[in-house]
């Protein structure tokens, strides 16, 4: 079955950097998505960014746009945030669409399966 293993999360300072990774496993879909998503305590969970398996074509949140980038590797999507701020913190999860119509590829609606999460935390 589709697995999501999220890994990389952890402590930084303010204006430091991180990056998540999410190994996905347990599909031979050619047409798919892979989202990064984040849910900050009693908020709503937000979409990050995403990225199409057809095309590579990526997707950001206005919020992240510009810091956090999306690559795929091989078996994997990672997900570089730079100049990391109060803003950010939270569970960061991964989530796999299938199809992915890239209508709405930030919406946590397109997605079907999900990573557990890693949590990343800015403090000085």
């Known amino acids: 079955q589709v697995q999501l293993v999220e890994s990389g999360g952890g402590l930084v300072q303010p204006g430091g950097s991180l990056r998540l990774s999410c190994a996905a496993s347990?599909?031979?879909?050619?047409?798919?998505?892979i989202g990064w998503f984040r849910q900050a305590p009693g908020k709503a969970r937000e979409g990050v960014s995403s990225?199409?398996?057809?095309?590579?074509g990526t997707y950001y949140a206005d919020s992240v746009q510009g810091r956090f980038t999306i690559s795929r590797g091989k078996n994997t999507v990672d997900l570089q945030m730079n100049s990391l701020n109060p803003d950010d913190p939270a569970v960061y999860y991964c989530?796999?669409?299938?199809?992915?119509?890239?209508?709405?590829?930030?919406?946590?609606?397109?997605?079907?399966?999900w990573g557990q999460g890693t949590q990343v935390t800015v403090s000085s």
């Open positions: 989530a796999l669409a299938h199809p992915f119509t890239g209508f709405d590829p930030l919406s946590d609606h397109e997605y079907d399966y």
């Open positions: 990225i199409s398996s057809v095309d590579g």
């Open positions: 347990g599909f031979t879909w050619n047409v798919y998505g």
